[in-house]
C-alpha cells in the first residue's frame, strides 16, 4: 500500500492558543528548571500542546537512557551503567506539588541494568508523590521487569499507584519485528495479570496500528487483553518519530478506531480510548479513570459504619 504524500487531515495537531499556550509554556518552564523528563518530550507525542495545555503530563523517571531499542521509539538506548538518581523520588514529588495537578502518569525507560529493574526507585517516586499530594491521582506506566514477579509486587504493593499500566504495544504477530528481543506478547500479558492478582484495582495497556497488522488481528489482540483482565485499553495510530524507525503502513481510518472503540467496550473493557492521535497517556483515559477511582472510595465509604449503626463520614478523594 502507497501512503499518501501528506499526512491525512484527522492527524494534524492544532497547535495551543490563549490560556493553553500559557499552561504549556509554564509546565514547560517547570519541567525543564526541575531537571525532570517527560516521555512526552522523548517520545515526540503529538499531544503534548493539547495535555500539557491542560494541565496533565506523563513524567519519565529512572533517567532518558533505556537499555533496549525498539524499533517504534524515540527515547534514546544505551548502558546506563546501574546509575540511579537518589534524590529523584522526592524532587519529582516536589515538583508535581508545585504544579497542583489530578492526575499523572509516572512512566519509565527499561533498566535491565539494575537488578530489580528500577521497581524499588519507581515504588518510592510513588510514595512520595502521595506524601507531598495526597489527592493527586498516580498511574505507573512500567516495563516487563524481565517477567519477575517480586518486582512488579514491590510496584504494585509497596508503590500502590491508582492504576497500573504495562503496554503490549503491538499484536502479537509484529512483536519480534516492532519490539525489542526482550521483550514478548507473553511477557506483557504476564506482567498485566500478575499486577491484577497483586490487588491494582485498575489495569491498562495499549496497542498501537499501522505497522502492518490486519483488522481481525487487532480484534484478536484485544479479546486475548480482555480475557487476561485487563480493565482499560488505548489503540492509536503508529507515528514513525525517525527515518530510523520502523516505517508506517498505512493510515488508519477514523472509522476504524470506531469500531475498535466499540467492539472493546463489547468486550468488556472499562473503558476504551481508540483514535488516531491516541496514545497509552491520554488524557480522555485519565479524565475516565479519575472519576472511576473517586467512585471506587465512594463505594468503600458506603458501607462503612460507626458504633451506633450510621454510615461514618469519610474523606473521599475526587
Not at 495551543?16 to 514547560?28: I, S, V
Not at 530489580?116 to 502521595?130: C, L, W, Y
Not at 467492539?263 to 496514545?279: I, K, N
Request: aromatic residues 6%; hydrophobic residues 40%; contains cysteine.
Amino acid at each position: 500500500m502507497t501512503l499518501p504524500a501528506r499526512k491525512p487531515d484527522w492527524l494534524r495537531v492544532r497547535l495551543p492558543a490563549g490560556p493553553q499556550q500559557d499552561q504549556f509554556q509554564g509546565l514547560k518552564s517547570r519541567f525543564n528548571a526541575r531537571g525532570l523528563h517527560t516521555v512526552c518530550e522523548e517520545a515526540r507525542c503529538p499531544n503534548i500542546f493539547e495535555c500539557w495545555g491542560q494541565g496533565t503530563a506523563t513524567v519519565m523517571i529512572l533517567g532518558e537512557t533505556c537499555t533496549r531499542g525498539c524499533r517504534f521509539c524515540s527515547v534514546q538506548t544505551g548502558k546506563p551503567g546501574g546509575v540511579v538518581d537518589s534524590d529523584e523520588p522526592e524532587n519529582t514529588a516536589i515538583s508535581l506539588a508545585e504544579m497542583g495537578l489530578a492526575y499523572v502518569v509516572l512512566t519509565m525507560v527499561d533498566r535491565d541494568d539494575l537488578a530489580d529493574g528500577g521497581a524499588a526507585h519507581v515504588a518510592e517516586t510513588v510514595r512520595r508523590i502521595k506524601h507531598h499530594s495526597p489527592a493527586l491521582r498516580v498511574e505507573t506506566l512500567v516495563g516487563d521487569f524481565q517477567g519477575h514477579h517480586d518486582d512488579l509486587r514491590v510496584v504494585v504493593q509497596e508503590g500502590r499507584p491508582d492504576v497500573f499500566a504495562h503496554n503490549v504495544e503491538v499484536v502479537p504477530r509484529l512483536q519480534r519485528s516492532i519490539r525489542d528481543v526482550r521483550c514478548s506478547w507473553e511477557r506483557s500479558v504476564d506482567a498485566l495479570v500478575t499486577a491484577k492478582k497483586l490487588g491494582a484495582s485498575i489495569v491498562k495497556t495499549s496497542l498501537m496500528v499501522g505497522l502492518g497488522e490486519e483488522r481481525d488481528e487487532v480484534i484478536s489482540a484485544m479479546q486475548l487483553l480482555r480475557d487476561a483482565d485487563v480493565d482499560v485499553l488505548t489503540v492509536g495510530q503508529y507515528l514513525r518519530p525517525t527515518k530510523r524507525h520502523a516505517s508506517v503502513q498505512r493510515y488508519v481510518e477514523p472509522a476504524e478506531f470506531e469500531d475498535y472503540e466499540r467492539l472493546g467496550l463489547e468486550m468488556g473493557f472499562r473503558f476504551v480510548a481508540s483514535g488516531p492521535l491516541v496514545r497509552s497517556s491520554y488524557r480522555a483515559a485519565e479524565v475516565f479513570l479519575t472519576g472511576a477511582l473517586a467512585e471506587e472510595v465512594h463505594e468503600q465509604a458506603a458501607p462503612a459504619m460507626n458504633r451506633y449503626g450510621k454510615k461514618r463520614k469519610l474523606d473521599v478523594l475526587g
